[in-house]
Structure formats: structure tokens, C-alpha cells
């Protein structure tokens, strides 16, 4: 017991001791110049083993340089060496503030270490430090800048920063969610577009295009983040109040932040991507990066390589695509035969089913388009419809009558009178590519004949439609478009039954019933 | 009396309306009255368009005279006396021949139905007009001699005045008096003689019988005094009591229950191995019918008159498929046990007060339960008592020696044990409250003596005895379903236990099929939502555990799979599909939960053929992981496998040499649990059981699909992979048949299909207008929804017409006796007027007459 109380003890005495050692040196420096060399004892302590004295001393660290920046007490200009500091003939004052940018130099420089450091909050408190010290910057330009060409906004810190914060080695969105209250700020989402950009291009250029999961997965954490307001007269949010001429100000346009957006996903999607960044990015594109370029047609090529990759990274490539096909006039020819090689069994097992059926329900909803298309089509889902789960057909059935309903010259599909009731080959070739070539105008859909027989009585009943005349009007398949297992499960199990059936032949053990299987192939022990 | 009269008058105007009689009146027109109609409706003959006001009250004032009139008059009058004596008034009938034919008529009287059968005794025989066996009983005690000697002599002489005849008695008492008085006498003096006489002795006779009773009272009395002398050492109280009415008590009672005692129940005929066979084949076909009609989804509309058939009492009748020749004996036999039971318990319940509802589901239960018992005389003895509450071993060995059948040596083995183990099992049990309670009971025993726990339990606790046990027995099935995911958890599974539990779980869901039904959805709706849970948050989930399987396997135990939809079996489908389409495989473990749940849908649809897509799907991606180039295939593996990558050769063999050693064996239900298997042959082994079963299960998909259009499409991907990828070379020779056989049923080349065409419908009729009709019931419009209230407004509004009719008969009735009476006052009147002028007149004239005389004496 004695010890660890003794422990306890000390612990508590060098928490106390640090926390005093650190507070009287800031003071101290504050008050008086004399001490300045205290500023080494508390920019030691950001290289500390222990977190809380890290977090204390930025704490500490980012109050000191504060008030030196609103002081003027930190050298303007360009920095002289340090070395140089006593051979050249400077006043007592200068040479002071030379001490103390440098000083400030060395602080900034370990608190972007510090940003990779293992410790979460370390993270945050060097990171909130950092913008402080951003903001100052700002309003106490260390440069002597040529007011007419630039505005003060410290570039070269946020650069540095943000080159920290899309880590290559390790997951950084913790922390560039909290970045994301910065980026509210008009200005300092401009400059960090522009960083991001230029960093991407260097970071993807220096590990030649190859994939880099880490590093384009805090890329896309932190593009996704950011927002470009809808309208210009919102920008009015800054972190650097500039005094001269803020409507000339680049940051407050908002066609210079739409471009810089738009640059800064473009040089991203440039690079190879993984195929899991391609779904993430692909998912959000139509809604939240679209909207927001200034000219979305340049995705094209980005789209039209997804379009290639196949498989769920084609279904969702179709969303953009057909927001550039609708709003931008854009021309993709033989769209319909890519969209006829998309599908394969695996359409009805993806997650994005739903999407792509909103998105196919669309891009057929056209009664322009020819019979042999929309036949091929009608043929090869139905052909397709043999391997689907319930809730996949149950969308499925009522969009292959509504297809045939669109177009009434595929109602041969289910209904050919003037044929001779020989039975024959289905002339359906499963394998060709193009519609045009399928002969699926031929055939008729016996798949759905035979679904007539699936198990689930819904499936059942909606394949039941086709041995009659379709209704006159389509059904509405958006409402089931999201449908999963269980609520179908659910539904069926929240009906009212008014009677129970029970097998009536009495079952005696576990493995043995009329039509057992299980107990041929399995057995107890 | 009204309402009588009012038809008959109603009738009587009728008739004089359609009386030919009368054609005059009819065309007079100021007699004829015509009812002018609201609306002239086409084609309605109107009965009462014309009416004759004049007719037809005549007709009813000649009616009121008739009836009414007369009563009226006949008012406070006395009746008549009318003789109805035989040949009272004949004079042409002599005496004796009168006598001797009321004599006659008598006996016929007497002797109609009564005697009708008596063949030993023609007649009853009696003395003074007293039925001699009667007098025999001597019921009352204290009367008897008294009353029967005077009652004789007194009958004797009354009679003779009586019922002799007026004549008769007046010729023999004239007789009698001649002798002794020799002086005629009036008859009206006899019978005033006659009279007095019988009065006095009949005063005489109850003075006596009040002084008999009054001494009898003393003597009981004073023998009551002695009694308490001889009397030992009961108190005084006490003794009392019982004194008041000792023996009739008891033989009071002896009298009741002989009254109350059943007398031998007429039972049912005992039918013969035949008639039983041949019933339960009809049974049999029915339920199939049924079956087979709520397969085809007909069912779903006529629900409600489905269950007929399903109710607890027809359903526990119990039969089984496969028990023919030799089962039925053994039914057969059964049935003589129950039938004794049944009187046992018959009289039970009479005395009870008898519970006839209650009856006939035990009567099932017990039988049910018995024919189980038959079945499963191997791991559990089912026992049937149902109406004794306190089972008693007696009953336990009468029904071992019912069995029938003497059983193989083990068997008799084993039932000793059972025996013994029964021995030490208390007979009546708590109804669990929780599963926890529901466990104690059952944990620590063996899985038959579980069943022997439960079966007590569900007796002691059968809804016929008292009113919450059916709540509990609800409540137990639930537990039960819980003890038993628990028994398919633990490690290792023990399924044995499961198996032994089955027949009583089934036993509960046919008792409560809504309870059972609720059950399983709530363990299929958790299990799912938390599958479902899974998927969103990881994206892929675990395959379901072995307790969710058997949960499964006993849902289609329990329920029909066939049916279109059914509450339990469509969940549970969807519940296989989700798993088979959405749970990762990812160990050997996971492959073999995957086949079992393949086996279980197989099984789901094998009677009605339904296709299950998820199925083959899952069996191809099974097969799939036994292939080890997964390059350039000709077939697309679907969720939840993959193409190529990790867990992609789970069932690819490591050396493909263990297959010379490997032979056909049942996998074990465990392994689905943990895979015992250790070495790397022992697994190969297991790879290659696992892959048989695969090939097994296509095979049996193969002959069940095989009449669907689609069939070749279908197996097309399964077909490719056997054909060009399964390295079927390196499996053995029963694998390899296998194979063969799958190849050889799924043909090349899709067969040929007829295009399609819609359904010849029937052509739509031309549309008509069809009339709207509007019930006209006795009140006019339809008012009131239910049968009830329709039945309710009509006696409503019957009772005012009724009311409102009497109202105006008697209205008219009292007018008319008010006229009449008026009638009567009148003519009184004039009468009298009448007769005051003729004597005012006779006196004028006898004055004048005076007068004349006068004046002429004056001249």
C-alpha cells in the first residue's frame, strides 16, 4: 500500500509541479523579456512522454505566441538565421523578436509532429493550436506582402498542415472530422481546397500512381467533407478579416471556390483508385460533388472508366452517368448495349439493387425506344430472375410487366396466338452481347412461367400476372424498391390469420417425417 | 279471442266478396268503394283494389250477433246439467241390459293399455274396488286398517245408492223397509236417511283415528324415554339427531345412488381391422385433399371454412402415415384400453356434474396420446389417464399389460428401467412459470425420464381441469422451444434429448396451434431482426446456430411446409433464404449449417415442388469451393461466395489419395456445432461427405424440377461446373456415380416449350341492367344491419299492427254492445209507453163508460 500511495503522491506532485512550472514560465515570459529563454522549457515540454503535459504546453504555447503575435513582438520579414543573430547589428528589441519567431518556428514545427502523434487528443489540441496560430498569422502578417497581388492568409502554415493531416501511413478521420468546423470558414476552406491539391499532386505523383489506400482514404474523408455553399452572398464567414478590397478577394467568390472544388476532386479522381474508394465516391457523386462543380461534364472521364470496371462499380457509374446523359447533353454511345452486358446474375445480390433499379426504371421509362431492346432486355432479366432472392423478384415481376405494358409490341413475350401450339427451342441467345442480335423478340418467357412455382406466395401471385391480359395501369415499384428479407418476413408474420394449419401426421422424432432429407444425410450423434 | 275474430271476419267479407251470390251488390255502384292507388305499379295484382264497406260490415254486425250478441245475453246465466250416462234417457233399454253394457263399457275403460302385455294376469284383482297387490305394500302404516275396512263397508253401501240406479236402489230399499217397517217411504226421506247416516259414521270414524294417533304418539313417546335408559354413553345432543331419522337416512341414500347409478353405457360398435384401416385411409385422403388444395393457394380465400378439419379434437384422432398392417393392430388394441377408460372416466364425470365439451376433447387427447404411446414404446411411455388427477401405478401396469404385442427382450429391459425410473419420479409436477423453472425440472435427468417430467406435467396440468392451466400449457410451449435451442447449443449438442422431446411438443401444438404458431414466429422474427442487424452494421453475418436449425426442422415437423402461405412456414422460408443468400461461409462449420439448411428447404418444397432459387444457388457455390482452378469458369457463383479469394477451398481436398478410404456415413448434426475432425485425412473425410451430400441434394433438385419450363436453364451453371471443373476424377466410385447420375438427368440441350399464350377466358357477357333489389321485408325499408335487429324491428312492428288491430276490434265490439243495449233500453221503453196508453186508454174509456152511466142515470 505504501508505495503505490507514495506514487500517487508523487504523480499528483509532478502533475501539480508541471502544471505550475508551466504556467509561472508563460507568465513570466509575458511580463517580462528577461525570462524569454523560459520559452525552451516550455517548448520542451511538446516533446514530453506524457499526454497531458502536451496538451498543457500547446495550451500554454498557443496563449504565449497569441499574445506575441498581437504584441508585434515576432519578427516580420524574412528570418535571418539564427546564427547570425549576434554578428549583425540589430537593436535589443529586434533581435528579441528574431529569438522569438524562431522560437515560434521551432513550437509550430513540433506541433505538426505532434498531429501524428498516437494520442487522440494530442492530435486535437495541436491541431486547434495550429488554426489558432493560422488566424493570427492572418491578422499579423509575418511577410511583407505586395497587398495588391496576394491578402495575407498564411498559406505556407496551412499547407504544411494539411499536408500532416492527409497522413500516408495512418487513418486520420477522427481528426479531420474536427478539422471540419475550420473548413465552416470560407477562407480557410478556399486555401485548404487549393493545398489538397497541390498535395495530392505531389503525394501521388512522388509514389507514381500507384494505389495508396491509406492516403486517398484520408483524402476522400477530408473531400468529402467539405461544402461549397450554394450561393455567393453567403460567403461572408472568415477566419482573416482582410482590410483592403474583400470583394476582390479570391476566397470570396464563389466561382473561384467552385473551381477550386472542382480541380481538387478532379486531380483526385485522376489516380488510380481502390475499388472500395470507387463505390464510396460513386455513391455520394451525384448528390454532393456534381452539384457543386462548376463544369460536371469533366467526370466523364472518370465515370466512363468506372462505367468500364464492371460489376457494382458500373451500377453505381450509371447514376452520374445518366445526370451527365440528362442534364449535359452528354452523347454515350451504345449505352443501352453497355447497360444490356451489365447485367449478370450478381445485380440482385448487391446492396446498391435498389439504386440500380430506380436508375433502369428510368433509363427504360423511355416508350421511344425499340421493341428488340426492350425485349432483350425483358428476356434476359427474366432469364436472370432464376437466381434472385425473393425480394429482388418482387421488384423484378411487376418492372418486367410494366416494361411490357410500356411496350405493347413486346407482348408477344407472354402472349403469341398466332404460333402453332409446337413446342420449340427457346431462340434466346443468353451469351450474345448485343441486343440487337439476341433474338429475344422470338422467345417467349417461360422463366416466369416456371417462377409461377416459387415458393413465396407474393413472388407466386406477381408471376401468376402474365397468364392474363396486363392491367391497364403499371404498377408503382418505387415503394418496394428498398425492400429487404426481413420485412417481407415481418410483413408476413404481422398478418392476421383466422386459422392455423397443422401437419396432421404426428411427428414422432427429430429426423424422421414423410419426406425427411435432412435425416438421410445427417444423423443425430 | 280477437285475433280470432278477426281473421274469420276478414275471411267471411272475402267470401262475400268473391261470392257469386251476390253479383248485384257487387256492381251497385253505392256499394262498391274503390282504394285509390299511390302509384299504378306493372304487372302487381292488387287484392284490395275494390272494396264493399256496406257488405262487409253487415256481415261483421251479423257475426257480433252471432258470437258476441249471444255471449252477451247468456252473461251471469247458469249452466245447464246434462246427463251423459249410459242409456239414461233409452226407455226401449230393460234395466238389466243397461247395467250389463255400462258394465261392459267400464271394462273396456279399465282395460285398454294397461294390462295390455300382462299375460299371467288377466286382471287385476281386488277387493272392495282396492287393487288386492296394492293393499299387499301396505305403504301407510297408521291408516291402513282403519281407513281400508271403512272405506270398504262405506263403498259398499254408497256405490249400491250411488251408482245402483235410481231404480235399483229404490226397489231393494223398498225391499228392506217392507220387511222391517212395512210403511212406504218417500225417496227423498231415504236419502235424506242415507245421509245422516254416512255423516255420523264418518264423524264417528275420524274421532277414532285421532284417538289411534294420539296413543301411538304417547307410546312413541314414552319409548323414546326408555330408549334414553337403555342407551349408553352417547350424549344426549348427539344421540338426538341421529334418533330423529336414523335408518331412512341410509336407506334414503341407498334408494338415490340405485336411482342415480349409470346403467351400462351402449358403446360403440368395436370395429374390425378392416373398417378400421378402411377409415383411416379416408382420413387420410382427405387431410391430403386439403392439403394439396391449400398448396395450390385456393385455400387462402376459404379459410374460415378450413378449419373444421384442423380442430384440436379431429386432429388428435392421430394416425400415422406409415402405420399399416402391424400398427393398426396395435391401434386396434389401444382402442379397447381407451373404451374402458372411457366409462371409467364417463362415470367421473357424471358425478361431477359432467362437462360434455371437456369430454370429447379428452377422449381424443387420450387417444392420441395412447397411439403415441404404441409408437414410442421404445424411448418413452406415453400415459393416458386423463380423468384421474392422482395417477396411481395401478393404472401405470394395467396399461403395460394392455400392451399388446410382447415386446423384444430389450425392450422389456428397457421398460424396467423405465419402470424404476418412473418409481423415483414424483407423479404430479408444478407447471413451470419461467424457462428457468422449466429447466430445473428437466436439467438434471435422462432424456427419457425428461419426457416421462413432461408428460406428468401436461397431465396434471390439462386444460380441462382447471382454468388457468391452459395459459400455462401456452406458456410451456414457448419454454419448451427455449429448453430446446438451449439442448442444440450447448457443447456438445444434445440433439438425442431433442429428438425424445419431439412427441410432446408436437402433442402442445395441437392442442394450441395459436399458441405454438405465435412461438415459432417470435423465434424466427428475433433470430431474423438480429441477422438483419448483423448485416447492416457489419455487412455480412454469421450463419445461424444449430439451435435455429432444429428450431426449423421441428417448425416443419409441426407444420405443413406445402401450404401457399401459412403464418410459420412462409417466414421460415424467407428466414432459409436470407441465410443462404446473405451469411458468409467462411469454415467447414459454416459449409455443413449451409447443407443442413439446403436439406431443410429441399425438404420444405419437396411436396410441392416449389422452386427455391437461393437453394441451388447455394449448392452450386458449395460446389463451387470444392473446385480448385476457379479460372474462366462457364457458371457466376452468386452472394454470399465469390468467385476467388480467402475461404474459396474450403472444400477442395488436400490429398486427394484419402479418398480409397473414405465410405458413405451420415455426417453428424455436431459437427455443424464444431467440427470434431483434427487431421488433415480425418478431414478430407469429412470434405468429401460434405460433397456427396452437395452432389446428393442437386440430384434430389434435379428429379424435383425436372417437369419446370425452365429446368435446363435452371441447372445450366450446376452443369457447366460438374461437367468441366470438379475434379471428379479424384473422388471415390460412390461420388463418382453420383456425379453420373446428375449428369445424365440434366439434359444438354433445353427441351422445347410451346410459346405462351394468355389463358382462354371465358367471353365477357354484354353488360345488363341488372335490377337493383331491395328486400321489402314487413316493415318497408331495410332497417337494422344485423339478423338480430331485422328480427328485432319485425316483431316490433308486427306487435303495433297486432295491437292497433285489437284496438279496433274491441272499439266495435263495444260499439256494438252499446247499441244493442240502447236496442234493448228502447224497446223496454216503449213497452212500457206502450202500456201506460193502454191503460191511460182503458181508463178514458171506463171513465168515459162511468160518465155515460152517470148522465144516463141523471135523465
Known sequence: MAPSTDSNVKDKNSQVSYKKDINTKTGRILQNKKHSNDIFDVIEYLQSEKDKEIIFATDACRRVFCQLFDRGD??????????????????????????????????????????????????????????????????????????????????????????HLLSTKEDMSLLISRFQEFLEMDDVRYYVMSSVRDNIYRVMGRNKKAVIPIYQNNVYTLLSTINVPSQGSKLKHFLVKQAYNPEEWKAAKLK??????????????????????????????????????????????????????????????????????????????????????????????VKYRARFFHLMNIFLSSTHLPAYLVAAFVKRFARLSLTAPPTALLILLPFVCNLIHRHPSCRVLIH????????????????????????????????????????????????????????????????????????????ELKAERKTIPLEFDTATELLKSPREVLGVHFSLD | MMRKQQTFSRGLSDKVRKSKAAPEIQKNPFEV?????????????????????????????????????????????????IDRRFGEYDSKLTPEEKILQRFTLERQRTQDRKDLYNLNEEEELTHYGQSLAEMEKMTDVIDSDSDSEEKGLLSAELTAT???????????????????????????????????????????????????????EKLDQDWRSIQNLLAHKTPKAERKDETDKPKLDQYDMMVRELGFEMKAQPSEKLKSAEELAREERHRLQTLEADRLKRMMGDAEEEAGQTNTHISADDMNDGFMLDGDDRKTLAYKDGKWNIEGEEEEKEEEEDEEGGEEEEDDGDDAEGQDEE??????????????????????????????????????????????????ARAELPYTFPAPESYSDLKQLLQDHESEQQCVILDRTLKCHHPSLAAGNKAKLQKLFGFLLEYVGDLATQNPPDLKTVSALIPQICGLCQMFPEAACKAVQTLLSDSGHSMEETLEVKGRAPMPDLDMLVLLKIAALLFPSSDFRHPVMTPAFLYISQALTRCAVVSLEDVCKGLILCCLALEFVSLSQRIFPELLNFLLGLLHLSVSDKHNTGYTVVSPFRRQGKNCDLLVLKDPSVSHSWNRKPISLQTAHRVTAQSPVERDHFRLSLIDSCLDLVKRCTSLYKDLPSYAHIFQPIRALLLKHLPVEGYPAPLQDLHREILDAIPEKPSQHAPLVFKKKKPIPLKLFTPKIVQILDYGKKRGNTKEEKEHERLKHKYKREFKGALREIRKDTRFLAHEKLNDVMSRDAERKRKVKELYGSLATQEGEWKALKRKNRK
Request: with cysteine; net charge negative.
Open chain 2, 33 to 81: 268503394k274503390i282504394n285509390r292507388k299511390k302509384f299504378d305499379v306493372l304487372g302487381r295484382k292488387s287484392k284490395h283494389d275494390v272494396g264493399l264497406p256496406g257488405v262487409s260490415r253487415s256481415r261483421a254486425i251479423q257475426k257480433r250477433k252471432e258470437t258476441l250478441l249471444k255471449e252477451f245475453r247468456l252473461k251471469d246465466k247458469n249452466n245447464k246439467f
Open chain 1, 256 to 349: 473561384e471556390h467552385k473551381r477550386a472544388f472542382e480541380q481538387m476532386w478532379l486531380q483526385f479522381l485522376k489516380f488510380k483508385l481502390p475499388s472500395s474508394m470507387y463505390k464510396k465516391i460513386l455513391v455520394i457523386l451525384h448528390e454532393s460533388i456534381m452539384p457543386q462543380m462548376s463544369d460536371p461534364s469533366l467526370l466523364i472521364d472518370f465515370l466512363s472508366a468506372a462505367y468500364d470496371i464492371g460489376g457494382a462499380i458500373s451500377l453505381l457509374a450509371l447514376n452520374g452517368l445518366f445526370i451527365l446523359i440528362h442534364k449535359h447533353n452528354l452523347d454515350y454511345p451504345d449505352f443501352y448495349k453497355k447497360l444490356y452486358s451489365l447485367l449478370d446474375p450478381s445485380i440482385f445480390h
Open chain 2, 371 to 420: 397411439e403415441e404411446d404404441e409408437d414410442d414404446e421404445g424411448h418413452c411411455d406415453l400415459q393416458s389417464d386423463e380423468g384421474s388427477e392422482d395417477e396411481d401405478g395401478q393404472s401405470t401396469e394395467e396399461e403395460q399389460e394392455c400392451a399388446e404385442e410382447p415386446p423384444a427382450v430389450i425392450e422389456e429391459q428397457k421398460k424396467a428401467v423405465q419402470e424404476a
Open chain 2, 162 to 216: 250411488h251408482f245402483g240406479g235410481g231404480g235399483g236402489l229404490l226397489r231393494k230399499k223398498s225391499a228392506g223397509d217392507d220387511e222391517e217397517e212395512h210403511k212406504p217411504r218417500s225417496r227423498q226421506e231415504l236419502i235424506e236417511e242415507l245421509i245422516i247416516k254416512s255423516k255420523q259414521e264418518k264423524r264417528e270414524r275420524q274421532t277414532q283415528k285421532e284417538e289411534a294417533q294420539e296413543l301411538t
Open chain 1, 74 to 163: 515576432l519578427y516580420v520579414g524574412d528570418l535571418p538565421q539564427e546564427e547570425d543573430l549576434m554578428s549583425g547589428d540589430r537593436g535589443a528589441e529586434e533581435k528579441y523578436r528574431i529569438f522569438m519567431r524562431h522560437r515560434y518556428n521551432n513550437c509550430v514545427e513540433l506541433l505538426l509532429e505532434n498531429m501524428d502523434h498516437e494520442a487522440f487528443q494530442v492530435k486535437e489540441a495541436s491541431l486547434c493550436a495550429l488554426m489558432k496560430f493560422v488566424a493570427a498569422e492572418g491578422r499579423h502578417p509575418l511577410q511583407n506582402l505586395d497587398l495588391i497581388e496576394h491578402y495575407s492568409f498564411p498559406r505556407e502554415l496551412l499547407r504544411t498542415l494539411v499536408e
Open chain 1, 416 to 491: 403469341r396466338p398466332s404460333a402453332t401450339e409446337e413446342p420449340c427451342d427457346d431462340p434466346y441467345v443468353m451469351e450474345e452481347e448485343d441486343p440487337a442480335q439476341c433474338h429475344a423478340l422470338e422467345s417467349s418467357l417461360w422463366e416466369i412461367k416456371t417462377l409461377q412455382k416459387h415458393y413465396h406466395p407474393d413472388v407466386a401471385k406477381a408471376a401468376m400476372k402474365i397468364n392474363e391480359p396486363l392491367t391497364e395501369q403499371e404498377e408503382d415499384i418505387s415503394e418496394i424498391l428498398e425492400l429487404s428479407t426481413f420485412e417481407l418476413m415481418e410483413r
